[in-house]
């Protein structure tokens, strides 16, 4: 039987951001093996059933430190941002296993046993606990995205916008071949972590925007900038990340897929009630755009409420996080739906 504990009631008492934690005990994953999940979780903006609730994924080596002191996501949300947490409540939980609130004992080390659906059944929970009927949005980047599809196919009725940014419904081949040879590294490197992020930023970025950035220069006699950028970001995750929380979250990766390997895929998504705005970007090597159109179009043949909006950039899959401007822009119309709807529920009261 599921037991569920949370931890922290009283939201008086605490920061916004503090991190929370919701234990729930003999979760069975899809492989059938049960588990004790401590599910941990920040809130950002306004008071929890305050205001409109905004659910944010992290991506692969993200955490729920959406904004603030080192906050990923800055750019997009934050007080007078596109999402204005003058006007919405931010809530964003880790992926169980990721390892952000540095406990030893809520990493998970039989990774395999679980895939992206387990981790959105984990959210679902959550959500039921802290009594959230509604989610206004879930916005996530690349695997955050994923989830965010998986969430939205199990409870079809929450989400009012789901916008997948820079991921798909499904981990491709591409994707799951590159998961491989990443759980391979991951397995098999002396220097697993940095040699698995050296290895990953090359997926993340293109051909072009190496060239732009690095032109063939050199830091010195015998390396080039570009190597050395890639030391760089494969020494800094070995600073901060752990290998188990690494091979945890590449497996959510490699394990994205609404269909379950065998349902059709417009009749798994014709139950989600959102409105579905897709952010995909036309350079990733990635997750590629091709895919993202693909789905678009499918999806278009059955629902009216279908969007999708294609970042410019020679950045690759990374864009998401460096061309904010754009992606500003496209979300902007969609949050500042609900400021009118509450003007105009405010003028009726008055």
Known sequence: MLLLKWHLFNYSKLEMNELQYITIQNFTTS???AHTINLSYQTFGKALHTAPIVLVNHALTGN??????DGWWNDLIGINKCIDTNNYTIIAFNTPGNGFDNNLENLIEDYKNFTAKDVAKLFSIALDLLKIEQLFAVIGGSVGGGLAWELAVLKPNLIQHLIPIATDWKSTDWIIANCHIQDAILNNSTEPLADSRMHAM??????????QK???TKKNDSLYNVESWLNYHGDNLNKRFNLSAYKMMNQVLKTIDISDGEKDFLEVASAISSDIHIITINSDLFFKAEENWNAYVDLKSIKDNVNIHEIKSIHGHDAFLIEFDQLARFLKPIFK??????????????
Do not use: D
């Open 31 to 33: 492989t059938g093996k």
């Open 64 to 69: 729920s430190n959406v904004i603030g002191k």
């Open 202 to 211: 090359t997926l993340y970025r293109t051909p072009e925007s190496l060239a």
């Open 214 to 216: 690095f032109a063939r």
């Open 337 to 350: 739906v609900e400021l009118k709807t509450n003007k105009t529920l405010n003028k009726q009261v008055a």
